[in-house]
């Protein structure tokens, strides 16, 4: 590659942490997508009271694997299997390194026989092309960036809509084409000539369908779905609400991928860009530590389990066979106590969301570490998604949750500051009991 790499980045700085800590860094955006439509306190109920409209064509990046090699490179780089992965279904796909922790996890779609269209924010894409031209796979490989890194269109559009009037609107829409659609599975559907995939999913785990297709298309499609979700006050969702929809649903966004510290992965770090996900993160928060390991997840304690399959060999497959029964971690819900909110910051406050890393906290004793955090207008408080000690991780525990930038490196890990105190009650993940049982039996 051309320009600096993460390694060479990694080499000037010192290290992954003095790399990557950037207090008060503010929260991303969505590129393109308008920052409200409606005000994002609207926006927020929309998905869980009536029907809500995501555009989801600009944020992330999409890679697409075609050749005679696809489905071994994709195997061989991931925890999944692939041998009933059929043609018109998607998985979560989940990259881990060497050691077990999580690199990245994804959406990974089977277009055709050797055809496959992953999306995500980035760090998967990078370790797909790396391997397939390290190992020599017979693939080629295409990325369209998000519209922050692309000059000009995406190659796809992606809209989601969901909430609890969802599947009136799509039937006024579409009749019975959707019917019979499994959950992560999609088909190709027509409107007016113009053919495109729905695929049945939602971001925020509430019901609905999520429609991908040739940008060409888009204009058509979404004024298509505004104008059969009118009678229900069809809701446009912007970028600022969207960010919420991760801690609703119970997906950890932005996990810091393992890949920084292990010799055998320094390849990888030379194959990478400084200008990627895993070179301009941001660390921050009251959370720090001077070893990057001390951030790294194990996909165990994020619940993705249910993904990973040890029937073939795969990167990192022996680490995780090892910590399968020793997972000492789990991720919760934490919402945050209203008072405390209210006295840190401020009646009127405006803490939409937050990446920042924080302690999770028994007395002084560290117990978990909060990771992402949105105030969530339905039930009128702050919540976030933490990853705690699994003694303490069961529902009702009460914990502490200190809110503060710690000033990084030059202060060291022993560094204590007077962080604000903010009671927290432990609640499963995702919090709202359809996304956690209805929506993941389906």
């Known amino acids: 590659m051309q320009g600096p790499t993460l390694q060479d980045a990694l080499d000037a700085a010192g ?50 694997v075609d050749g005679r090699d696809a489905v071994r490179l994709l195997a061989d780089v991931s925890a999944n299997n692939f041998e009933n992965f059929a043609i018109g279904q998607a998985k979560q796909l989940i990259t881990v390194a060497p050691d077990g922790h999580l690199i990245q996890d994804a959406i990974v779609g089977r277009l055709a026989d050797q055809s496959f269209n992953v999306i995500g924010i980035g760090t998967t894409h990078s370790w797909i092309a790396y391997h397939a031209q390290a190992r020599g796979y017979d693939v080629q490989l295409k990325l369209d960036p998000a519209s922050d890194f692309r ?44 053919r495109f995939n729905a695929l049945r999913h939602g971001m925020a785990g509430q019901a609905g369908f999520e429609f991908f297709g040739p940008w060409e298309h888009a204009d058509f499609v979404k004024a298509e779905l505004l104008r059969a979700g009118e009678a229900e006050g069809i809701t446009q969702v912007g970028g600022r609400a969207y960010y919420t929809v991760g801690v609703d649903s119970g997906w950890m966004a932005t996990p810091v991928p393992a890949i920084y510290t292990s010799p055998e992965l320094e390849g990888f770090r030379r194959f990478t860009s400084v200008f990627s996900y895993e070179g301009m993160g941001a660390l921050q928060g009251s959370f720090y530590s001077a070893n990057i390991e001390d951030y790294y997840l194990s996909p165990y304690e994020l619940g993705y389990g ?118 927290a009650t432990v609640r499963p993940a995702p919090f709202h009991d359809y996304a956690r049982t209805a929506y993941r039996a389906g």
């Open 15 to 64: 290290s992954a942490v003095d790399l990557l800590w950037k207090p008060n860094t503010p929260p991303v955006v969505v590129p393109v997508v308008p920052a409200e439509f409606s005000g994002w306190r609207n926006e927020q109920r929309s998905w869980e009271s009536g029907v809500a409209l995501f555009d989801l064509s600009h944020h992330m990046a999409d890679l697409f």
């Open 151 to 194: 000059e000009g269109d995406p190659i796809l559009f992606r809209y989601q809509v969901q909430g609890p009037m969802a599947g009136q609107v799509l039937r006024r829409l579409f009749g019975d084409a959707l019917d019979g659609i499994k959950f992560f599975h999609f088909r190709t559907v027509e409107l007016e000539g113009r």
């Open 306 to 423: 249910r993904s990973i399959s040890l029937s073939h060999d795969f990167i990192g497959r022996d680490a995780l066979a090892a910590a399968k029964d020793e997972v000492r971690r789990a991720k919760v819900t934490l919402v945050w106590n209203p008072d405390d909110v209210e006295r840190v910051f401020g009646a009127d406050h405006d803490l939409i969301h937050s990446y920042t890393k924080d302690r999770v906290e028994v007395g002084s004793t560290l117990v978990g570490v909060s990771e992402y955090a949105a105030y969530m207008e339905p039930s009128g408080t702050v919540h976030s998604l933490a990853v705690v000690d699994v003694d303490h991780a069961k529902a009702g525990t009460k914990l502490t949750l200190r809110w503060g930038q710690h000033p990084g490196p030059a202060a060291g890990s022993d560094y204590r500051e007077d962080f604000a105190a903010i009671r």
